[in-house]
């Protein structure tokens, strides 16, 4: 034992600081903290990948998490709590890491309940298991087994908040009224038993839930045994509310503080009057302390009755109406979101009493697999195609914006030039997919978007008279391909719409390739007509024949070598098939797959596909492809398939997120809510000369990705389509306004400001692009001004020099910085707001700092727009005349002229007296320093006056002099001062006049 108990310790002190915490003995984990610090020494980084790792409470349940999982440095026993019935983690919101981090995700939960079946009243396991699976239905998660002898309830949970009975929206459903909670048999010290009312609204209020529910009984006695569907008697609305002990291994408790007994009823029968007994309570109130717990609050289905859809009495209410009507959403900084419906991200609907605080994602196209920002991804997504549509040519528009001007820009393009502009951005694309820890969603959508790109050069670019191309034109010459090689070829424009609609069959053929080899994959090989179909669902007509060749069915592939091409062809095997239906053959002597390959060869696509169904770019391949003529223009192909959508004979063009997978859970989507931008591409090429209403649609984000928030590479499409003149449009501002808002959301302002300045004019809004320049430096002006890169970018896109210096103004203000603010205001003119702060902060320290050349040279740029400036006499001006009068009066005291103190008396009177108005104008506004100030200006001025020569004055321009003085804000001292000065003169004046 001896030198087990040493290699214990050893782990112990080399991976202590890896172990999770755990301190109570009735939680246990697998594999033991003992073993986890084993496994630490003998494989480096085993904490950090713990695979299926569990943690339980004996007799409670236990929770399993799949995958591996990090453990290091988790206080377990603080983050997972296993009560009866129910188990949190992470109880505190604010700590909760992001969905896959940490505990916050995938695990198989065991819950233990202990069910009295005995007195059930015949209560069958198969409606104990109904409940428990809609239960767990409601909560978010996934049912799994129960186990009626043990009382095991197992489910799956994609992450974690709380989870147990009682916790679900539907509770007057899912509660199981008719099974009852065997009592705990458990010693309790004292008045310890608590009931948790945790799905009261009182307790989610902060208040006595116990108090509250005896009011009510009180005062609606009558309607306590009413349910709110009306179907349960209240004595079976107690499971989930149970006595719990206290916690005897709780690391730190405080005591409890003793409820105030409950007003109830008084009762004339009682006859037990003793002491401890007061008469207004009844015999069932034992003053139990009452321990409020912290609630989830509830959720209620909106299917059910209301405060406001009924007047129930006992119903609870929705958190928005009770903080008011007018409460129901709201943004704040950093996309933050606080709201009372159903989190983001997840399903359900109905009235709440919890108030949700969520960080939204708005950046959760550049997060990596492990969910973390990838700055590679943030240059791919953003900066890269940025900077590839600032190359591009733009034209410039100047708009007057008060006294400045801002250069608005909009790329130009033509048609012939867009083959060249796809294929840059496709090449950003393509690397971005190569990109290491990309989700696999996310390179879903990457690849679509590249078909997208595609799309748009085959739909809207022309080609120039002698242009070097590539194209397949296997409907017009049986695949025939030129090459890039072939050299300069000279088109007739009358075959241009061939070109394109045989270029147009290339892209669908490539675009559904994958598809096709996935069912190919899943067939049978023993069955080779299914497998040709199937081919030619997607077009492969050489893989086809092969295949029917190789099997021997040489006729077969003779047929299938002519599918899609002759009209003539298709006519006499639709003639065929119905001169056999004329004479009764026996199609049961005929394969069905023959038979449909034969419908597909005589161009009846509904036919051929009797009980199959394709995804709707193989049916509108089919459409072109088999049953119209092979000379039929790309528009009339698009309109024809629109034609069968609307009468339903044709799959829905579903986006690509929904096509593919679905590629996430809980993504919510109707037929007909949206389609693929694919297919609205498709409709705004072949409505050309039409007005296309379908815009906003188009370019929402839902056309082509499964993040509502995602409008990077849709700003992209839509500015090089109207670069090109394939539709105009000027309300479409809600996907500038969502691509700025991700930029922000990255740091990213100059961008952000650049997507701004793309943004066309508006009617409405003559002044928003300046509007949300101004709103965006100053929100971000801290990024901006930090980053030299940014704030060089912003300069070189012509925006006003005097928003950004209000921007920093403001900024520096804010921070308490005034100087550097002052210096800003100066620079963009806010002269009004520049010498306040002058005024109230600045002026006073550079003079007590002797920095008067500061002073004066600011001071001078205000003066010479003091006609805006409100009280400039008595406010930045006085630091102009102090200056003057204080040069004029050290120049003069070296001069003797007869009148010169009586002149330089009156203007220091006049000096002082704007002196004793500005303090009375601005009041409390100077603080304490700007008053020492005043004092120090007029104490310096009183001095320079008195050194002047008196000679050749009068004693009363003398004395005159002191009244002046003392006139000025000085300090009592020198007031006093200057009195005894002015006395000692006075007394020699009469003693000199008297002789």
Known sequence: ????????????????????????????????????????????????????????RVGFGSIKFLDNTDVRWLNLEKIVKLDRHSVTVYENESEKPPIGEGLN??????????????????????????????????????????????????????????????QDEDDDDVIMDDVLVQPIAEDHEGPSCEIVLSHSLPAHLGLDPRRMHELRMLMFAEEEDKRIDGSFPSDKRNFGQEILKEGRNRISSSPLKKSPVPLLEYNKSNSDLSPSRGILMTGQNKGLPLRVKRAEGFRLDGKHATPLSGGFSSNVVDAALFMGKSFRVGWGPNGILVHTGTPVGKTGSGLSSIIHVEKIAIDKTVRDEQNKVSEELVDFCFSFPLKLHKSL????????????????????????????????YISIIE??????????????LLMHQVTVWELIKVLFSERETNENFRSSVDDVVEEMVLDKKDGSLNIDPEANPLLRRA?????????????????????????????????????????????????????????????????????????????WKDNGMDFSYIEKERLKLYELLAGNIQGSLQDWSVDWKRHLGMVMWYQLPPDTQLPVIINAYEQLLSKGRAPHPVPVYIDEGPLIDGVEWNVGDRYDISYYLMLLYANAEKAFGLLKVMFSAFSSTFDPLDCHM????????????????????????????QLLCLGLCHWAIYVVIQMPCCEKFPYLQANLIKEILLQYCETWSMSEEQHKFIVELGVPSTWMHEALATYNEYYRNLPAALEHYLKCSKWEKAHSIFMTEVAHSLYLSSKDSEIWSTASIMEEHKLEIADWDIGGGIFIDFYILRSSLQEDTTQSEPDLLARKN????????????SLRVWGSRLPVDARATYSRMAEELSDLLQSIPGEGSTPSVQMSCFETMLDSPIPQDLRGAHLQEALSVFTYLLAHAAS
């Open 1 to 56: 034992m001896l030198p087990q108990c040493k290699k214990r310790r050893m782990y112990n002190r080399d991976a202590q600081p890896f172990l999770p915490i755990i301190l109570s003995s009735e939680y246990f984990l697998e594999p033991s903290v003992a073993e986890l610090a084993s496994r630490e020494y003998i494989d480096p980084g085993y904490c950090s990948r713990v695979p299926n790792f569990v943690i339980g």
């Open 105 to 166: 995700k995938a695990a198989e939960v065991t819950l233990i309940l202990k069910l009295n079946l005995a007195d059930s009243d015949g209560l069958e396991y198969t409606k104990i298991t109904a409940k428990l699976r809609k239960c767990a239905d409601i909560q978010g998660a996934k049912f799994i087994s129960f186990n009626q002898s043990s009382g095991e309830w197992k489910f799956l949970v994609h992450h974690f908040s709380r989870f147990g009975l009682g």
């Open 393 to 424: 040519d733009h034209k410039t528009m100047e708009i007057k914006v008060g006294s400045s001007l801002l250069k608005l820009q909009k790329i130009i393009s033509n048609r012939s030039m867009l083959p060249d502009i796809c294929r840059e």
């Open 431 to 444: 690397k971005q997919i190569e990109v290491p820890g990309l989700p696999a969603s996310t390179r879903v």
């Open 503 to 579: 270029e147009f069959s290339y892209w669908l053929r490539d675009s559904v390739c994958h598809r096709v080899q996935e069912d190919v994959s899943c067939l049978n090989d023993s069955n080779y007509l299914e497998n040709i179909l199937v081919f030619l669902t997607g077009r492969q007509v050489d893989a086809a024949v092969e295949l029917a060749a190789s099997e021997g069915d040489v006729g077969l592939a003779i047929l299938l070598s002519q599918t899609g091409g002759s009209m003539v062809n298709r006519a006499d095997m639709a003639q065929q098939l119905d001169i």
């Open 714 to 741: 849709i700003w992209h499409q839509r500015a090089v389509l109207e670069s090109i003149g394939a539709f105009s449009s000027k309300d479409l501002q809600v996907v500038d306004i969502s691509f700025v808002s």
């Open 906 to 917: 009156k203007e220091c009177r006049d000096f002082f007296s704007r002196l004793n108005q």
